[in-house]
């Protein structure tokens, strides 16, 4: 029985069915679901309009686009909001306004963001930098090749497992027959007539006239060829040859090599070349009297090498433009000497008041006498010329140059240089003369006012320097010229560079406060004084500080500074006399009453500098420095007995910790220990946590062989101090130089963790694994070490000398990017270059160390035992005076030397000696 039909079959399907949405099935859609192509025009189909509930929303886009590309943070999808509105006037102008502001904070932030953009370029070159920038140093080393061993090096193909056998090239001889078929195919000739090595085919005997084409010969013969080679040859250097004289102008013999630099290398030259040439030729046919065109066509010829063709057209512009300058100068360059002076001779017929010609007709002129004659038609023809009248005087003896002057003074009576050179040739009272007419007719000029003041001081009228100096200034400010500070100063400078320091102090005691606010003038006058220290003015700059402490009495500072550029540039009387004037100005100034004592003291002035000492206990009452210094004063002169004296009333009154281990010291190191011990108990017992105590009375037992005591002494030391690292150190010594180096490690771990991130621990720590284990240990703790300080120069410098000679360069390196300036890092870098043999770049480290830290003994000591291995005797000497003047104190070989016992009378010059005996290098 067959299934009823649906009632639906046949039917249209309702307005807006999807066929299979009810299972589901809506994963695509055909051609046929869409509904053929149609124009715009086409009616839609009903079966694809909405539902009558589907009404389209008030401002709802049709063509609405949800592509991500489309989104925007600020107005969402589809683009603005008011995008639909009509775009007036208004809006045009705020978003212009807007325009404007983005662009000006843009500006604002530009700089800070061109520098983060080229940091982070250059981080990021760093962290991935290029091929060929890791391979900078290997091509760098490739200079460093012989040619011997480029040669060795075996080609790519002899490196492979199989070698190729060389293929020989074969060579299959051609006969006559083919070489003259292919000469006669594409028409080459083998001789010239004679109009063509004539005028070397550049000219036509005839308009129209059918040029005559050379026969071809039947064979080929190569001498032929080379008679033609030849023939080309001549022609060229007939172009060549001088046509005015007939000389010619080419080297023969290097005629070849200077070809080559003569004419362009490339077409596009020549093509370059070849346009110049037309348009300059335009511009000499359009404006003949325009001068910089037939300047431009010479110079043109000129670099291409045509130097006859270039002197011809500036002969000829010469001819079209005679009242130009430059071109008879450029005529007198281009042309020989003995033409050049006949071309210069006719240029000032035509322009008679050129300075620039006259000078250079001077110039060509060989003679004296000639150029003498030279310069003075110039004179008669421009009398006013600064520059001819100085050539002229320049050529002239003392005697005639002064009449000379005296004439060129009344031609030219502004030129200062003039009146100037005038004054130095006459007498004194001529001098002033000149002088005084110069200030009338230029009376706004300093140089003569500065003239005159050197006049007098050079006569020794001392009096008279300052009087002129203030009346300078004085007649220029009534003239209303400007005082400009910096150009006085540079003028005291000079002053002072030339032997005339008291024109130049006065100089300085005039201007230097012109033009300064008062709450600027210290700060200014410091910067000044440093300036010209550094240009050599000393003078100028002592000058500045008298000045500055006469409206600063009362600044300690001031008085300190000065006293430190007198040490370091004047005299010891000026440093004494100094200091005299500054310890009555500022008499509670401790440091200034010290400097006067140590200064009469070097200068041998023993006795004024007890005195000394003694004015400064009545300013200063229980000075510890003072009593130190008076201490010190006396025992360095061999006074013990006063020395002692002046240890027990200092304890009495004064009685500090320091004063009592002064005391202590100098009973040891006279030999009186059972002295020294005794007043050590005493001192600990006031002074229980002062660590160098402890450190002396263990010291000393160690000296007496009284191990055991020294290590109690030691003990009790670090209950008291537990925080001083010498005394961590000293007992960490005692049990490794005992053979204790377990007890040695216990101590030096006990004190790390007392004292965390202690270079100095660190390093004792080192040194016992050293000693006492293996080098493996030690650079394990070493590799702890740097971990926990990576910043401490002391290990980094003790780092680079474990490592093996030749990873030692990499292990420098390292130290340097963590302690660039670190003195003994550089200390250990010029020790590494001097084992390596290059002195050159040892001594210059060792230079910048002892610069960068002249208070490290260890370094002068080292510079100074290089220099007497490598250097002169010069050499050694400016070294060891520079130590002297630097008086270091610091470094652990240096102050080993320093404050042993024995060696307590030793200056600075005796411990250098020693300390660079015991340094090992």
Same mark, same amino acid.
């Given at each position: 029985?067959?299934?009823?039909?649906?009632?639906?079959?046949?039917?249209?399907?309702?307005?807006?069915?999807?066929?299979?949405?009810?299972?589901?099935?809506?994963?695509?859609?055909?051609?046929?679901?869409?509904?053929?192509?149609?124009?715009?025009?086409?009616?839609?189909?009903?079966?694809?309009?909405?539902?009558?509930?589907?009404? *389209? @929303?008030?401002?709802?886009?049709?063509?609405?686009?949800?592509?991500?590309?489309?989104?925007?943070?600020?107005? =969402?999808?589809?683009?603005?909001?008011?995008?639909?509105?009509?775009?007036?006037?208004?809006?045009?102008?705020?978003?212009?306004?807007?325009?404007?502001?983005?662009?000006?904070?843009?500006?604002?932030?530009?700089?800070?963001?061109?520098?983060?953009?080229?940091?982070?370029?250059?981080?990021?070159?760093?962290?991935?930098?290029?091929?060929?920038?890791?391979?900078?140093?290997?091509?760098?080393?490739?200079?460093?090749?012989?040619?011997?061993?480029?040669?060795?090096?075996?080609?790519?193909?002899?490196?492979?497992?199989?070698? !190729?056998?060389?293929?020989?090239?074969?060579?299959?001889?051609?006969?006559?027959?083919?070489?003259?078929?292919?000469?006669?195919?594409?028409?080459?000739?083998?001789?010239?007539?004679?109009?063509?090595?004539?005028?070397?085919?550049?000219?036509?005997?005839?308009?129209?006239?059918? #040029?005559?084409?050379?026969?071809?010969?039947?064979?080929?013969?190569?001498?032929?060829?080379?008679?033609?080679?030849?023939?080309?040859?001549?022609?060229?250097?007939?172009?060549?040859?001088?046509?005015?004289?007939?000389?010619?102008?080419?080297?023969?013999? =290097?005629?070849?090599?200077?070809?080559?630099?003569?004419?362009?290398?490339?077409?596009?030259?020549?093509?370059?070349?070849?346009?110049?040439?037309?348009?300059?030729?335009?511009?000499?046919?359009?404006?003949?009297?325009?001068?910089?065109?037939?300047?431009?066509?010479?110079?043109?010829?000129?670099?291409?090498?045509?130097?006859?063709?270039?002197?011809?057209?500036?002969?000829?512009? #010469? &001819?079209?433009?005679?009242?130009?300058?430059?071109?008879?100068?450029?005529? /007198?360059?281009?042309?020989?000497?003995?033409?050049?002076?006949?071309?210069?001779?006719?240029?000032? !017929?035509?322009?008679?008041?050129?300075?620039?010609?006259?000078?250079?007709?001077?110039?060509?002129? &060989?003679?004296?006498? /000639? *150029?003498?004659?030279?310069?003075?038609?110039?004179?008669?023809?421009?009398?006013?010329?600064?520059?001819?009248?100085?050539?002229?005087?320049?050529?002239?003896?003392?005697?005639?140059?002064?009449?000379?002057?005296?004439? /060129?003074?009344?031609?030219?009576?502004?030129?200062?240089?003039?009146?100037?050179?005038?004054?130095?040739?006459?007498?004194?009272?001529?001098?002033?003369?000149?002088?005084?007419?110069?200030?009338?007719?230029?009376?706004?000029?300093?140089?003569?006012?500065?003239?005159?003041?050197?006049?007098?001081?050079?006569?020794?009228?001392?009096?008279?320097?300052?009087?002129?100096?203030?009346?300078?200034?004085?007649?220029?400010?009534?003239?209303?010229?400007?005082?400009?500070?910096?150009?006085?100063?540079?003028?005291?400078?000079?002053?002072?560079?030339?032997?005339?320091?008291? #024109?130049?102090?006065?100089?300085?005691?005039?201007?230097?406060?012109?033009?300064?606010?008062?709450?600027?003038?210290?700060?200014?006058?410091?910067?000044?004084?440093?300036?010209?220290?550094?240009?050599?003015?000393?003078?100028? /700059?002592?000058?500045?500080?008298?000045?500055?402490?006469?409206?600063?009495?009362?600044?300690?500072?001031?008085?300190?500074?000065?006293?430190?550029?007198?040490?370091?540039?004047? #005299?010891?009387?000026?440093?004494?006399?100094?200091?005299?004037?500054?310890?009555?100005?500022?008499?509670?100034?401790?440091?200034?009453?010290?400097?006067?004592?140590?200064?009469?003291?070097?200068?041998?002035?023993?006795?004024?500098?007890?005195?000394?000492?003694?004015?400064?206990?009545?300013?200063?009452?229980?000075? +510890? +420095?003072?009593?130190?210094?008076?201490?010190?004063?006396?025992?360095?002169?061999?006074?013990?007995?006063?020395?002692?004296?002046?240890?027990?009333?200092?304890?009495?009154?004064?009685?500090?910790?320091?004063?009592?281990?002064?005391?202590?010291?100098?009973?040891?190191?006279?030999?009186?220990?059972?002295?020294?011990?005794?007043?050590?108990?005493?001192?600990?017992?006031?002074?229980?946590?002062?660590?160098?105590?402890?450190?002396? @009375?263990?010291?000393?037992?160690?000296?007496?062989?009284?191990?055991?005591?020294?290590?109690?002494?030691?003990?009790?030391?670090?209950?008291?101090?537990?925080?001083?690292?010498?005394?961590?150190?000293?007992?960490? +010594?005692?049990?490794?130089?005992?053979?204790?180096?377990?007890?040695?490690?216990?101590?030096?771990?006990?004190?790390?963790?007392?004292?965390?991130?202690?270079?100095?621990?660190?390093?004792?720590?080192?040194?016992?694994?050293?000693?006492?284990?293996?080098?493996?240990?030690?650079?394990?703790?070493?590799?702890?070490?740097?971990?926990?300080?990576?910043?401490?120069?002391?290990?980094?410098?003790?780092?680079?000398?474990?490592?093996?000679?030749? &990873?030692?360069?990499?292990?420098?390196?390292?130290?340097?990017?963590?302690?660039?300036?670190?003195?003994?890092?550089?200390?250990?870098?010029?020790?590494?270059?001097?084992?390596?043999?290059?002195?050159?770049?040892?001594?210059?480290?060792?230079?910048?160390?002892?610069?960068?830290?002249?208070?490290? =003994?260890?370094?002068?000591?080292?510079?100074?035992?290089?220099?007497?291995?490598?250097?002169?005797?010069?050499?050694?000497?400016?070294?060891?005076?520079?130590?002297?003047?630097?008086?270091?104190?610091?470094?652990?070989?240096?102050?080993?030397?320093?404050?042993?016992?024995?060696?307590?009378?030793?200056?600075?010059?005796?411990?250098?000696?020693?300390?660079?005996?015991?340094?090992?290098?």
């Amino acid at each position: 029985m067959a299934a009823a039909a649906k009632a639906f079959i046949g039917q249209a399907a309702p307005a807006g069915y999807i066929p299979g949405v009810g299972r589901g099935a809506t994963g695509f859609t055909t051609r046929s679901d869409i509904g053929p192509a149609r124009e715009a025009s086409d009616a839609p189909d009903e079966r694809h309009w909405r539902h009558a509930g589907d009404k *389209k @929303k008030e401002g709802e886009d049709d063509n609405e686009n949800l592509n991500d590309s489309n989104y925007d943070e600020f107005a =969402g999808y589809s683009g603005s909001l008011f995008s639909g509105g009509a775009y007036d006037e208004e809006d045009r102008e705020a978003d212009l306004v807007y325009d404007a502001i983005d662009r000006r904070m843009d500006e604002r932030r530009q700089d800070n963001r061109i520098k983060r953009e080229k940091e982070e370029l250059e981080r990021f070159r760093k962290e991935r930098p290029k091929i060929q920038q890791q391979f900078v140093d290997l091509k760098r080393d490739l200079a460093k090749v012989s040619a011997e061993e480029w040669d060795n090096l075996p080609e790519v193909a002899d490196i492979g497992k199989k070698v !190729k056998k060389q293929r020989t090239e074969r060579f299959t001889p051609m006969p006559d027959s083919f070489l003259n078929s292919a000469l006669a195919s594409r028409g080459q000739v083998s001789e010239l007539d004679a109009r063509q090595q004539k005028f070397g085919g550049l000219a036509t005997p005839m308009s129209g006239t059918q #040029t005559l084409m050379p026969s071809f010969k039947g064979d080929l013969d190569l001498k032929e060829i080379g008679r033609a080679r030849t023939s080309m040859m001549g022609v060229r250097l007939d172009q060549a040859s001088d046509s005015v004289t007939g000389q010619t102008v080419v080297d023969p013999k =290097g005629y070849l090599t200077d070809l080559n630099s003569l004419t362009p290398k490339s077409a596009s030259d020549i093509g370059d070349v070849k346009k110049g040439r037309l348009l300059l030729q335009s511009v000499r046919q359009t404006n003949p009297k325009h001068a910089p065109g037939w300047i431009a066509s010479a110079r043109l010829e000129e670099t291409v090498g045509r130097i006859q063709i270039a002197r011809n057209l500036i002969v000829q512009g #010469t &001819q079209m433009c005679p009242t130009n300058e430059d071109i008879w100068l450029e005529a /007198a360059r281009l042309l020989p000497p003995d033409q050049a002076q006949a071309i210069v001779a006719e240029g000032v !017929k035509h322009i008679a008041t050129s300075v620039k010609i006259w000078m250079r007709a001077a110039e060509l002129e &060989q003679d004296v006498q /000639a *150029k003498k004659r030279v310069l003075r038609q110039a004179l008669e023809a421009v009398p006013d010329s600064v520059r001819l009248w100085k050539a002229a005087v320049d050529l002239e003896e003392a005697a005639d140059a002064r009449l000379l002057l005296g004439r /060129a003074v009344e031609c030219c009576p502004t030129s200062v240089d003039l009146w100037l050179a005038l004054a130095h040739l006459e007498t004194y009272d001529n001098a002033k003369q000149v002088l005084n007419r110069a200030r009338k007719a230029i009376p706004g000029e300093r140089s003569v006012w500065i003239t005159a003041a050197r006049l007098e001081e050079s006569m020794g009228k001392k009096e008279n320097v300052e009087t002129i100096v203030q009346t300078a200034v004085k007649s220029l400010k009534a003239n209303m010229v400007e005082i400009n500070r910096p150009l006085w100063l540079e003028d005291a400078e000079r002053c002072d560079k030339s032997g005339s320091p008291l #024109t130049a102090q006065a100089i300085v005691r005039t201007v230097v406060g012109v033009g300064i606010e008062d709450q600027d003038r210290l700060e200014t006058w410091m910067h000044d004084c440093e300036a010209m220290v550094e240009h050599g003015a000393y003078n100028c /700059a002592r000058a500045v500080y008298a000045h500055a402490l006469t409206l600063f009495p009362s600044d300690e500072n001031l008085w300190l500074k000065a006293a430190f550029f007198e040490r370091e540039h004047g #005299t010891s009387a000026s440093l004494i006399e100094h200091l005299k004037q500054a310890v009555a100005r500022c008499p509670r100034a401790e440091v200034l009453w010290l400097m006067r004592a140590k200064a009469l003291w070097l200068a041998n002035q023993a006795e004024e500098a007890k005195k000394v000492l003694a004015q400064a206990f009545t300013c200063n009452d229980n000075s +510890e +420095e003072i009593w130190l210094a008076a201490i010190k004063l006396e025992s360095e002169t061999g006074f013990d007995d006063n020395a002692r004296a002046l240890l027990k009333r200092a304890r009495e009154k004064a009685g500090t910790a320091r004063i009592w281990m002064k005391s202590v010291r100098f009973e040891w190191v006279t030999g009186n220990l059972a002295t020294a011990q005794s007043l050590l108990d005493s001192a600990l017992e006031l002074h229980p946590q002062h660590a160098k105590l402890w450190m002396m @009375k263990g010291q000393m037992l160690q000296q007496e062989k009284r191990t055991d005591e020294a290590r109690i002494a030691f003990a009790n030391g670090l209950k008291q101090c537990p925080t001083s690292i010498p005394l961590w150190r000293l007992a960490a +010594e005692l049990e490794a130089n005992g053979g204790q180096a377990t007890r040695a490690r216990a101590l030096l771990e006990n004190a790390r963790k007392r004292n965390p991130k202690s270079p100095e621990l660190w390093l004792a720590a080192v040194r016992v694994e050293r000693a006492h284990a293996s080098e493996q240990a030690a650079k394990a703790l070493m590799a702890k070490a740097l971990q926990d300080c990576p910043n401490s120069g002391l290990l980094w410098a003790e780092a680079v000398f474990m490592e093996a000679p030749v &990873q030692r360069r990499a292990r420098s390196m390292d130290a340097l990017k963590h302690c660039e300036n670190d003195p003994l890092v550089l200390l250990a870098v010029a020790r590494l270059f001097l084992t390596e043999r290059k002195t050159s770049k040892a001594r210059s480290w060792f230079n910048r160390t002892v610069k960068l830290d002249p208070d490290l =003994g260890d370094a002068w000591a080292a510079y100074y035992k290089f220099e007497l291995q490598y250097g002169t005797e010069a050499q050694q000497e400016e070294v060891l005076q520079h130590c002297v003047t630097a008086e270091p104190h610091h470094g652990e070989i240096w102050q080993s030397v320093a404050k042993n016992p024995v060696n307590w009378k030793l200056n600075t010059k005796d411990i250098l000696l020693l300390t660079a005996r015991q340094l090992t290098m």
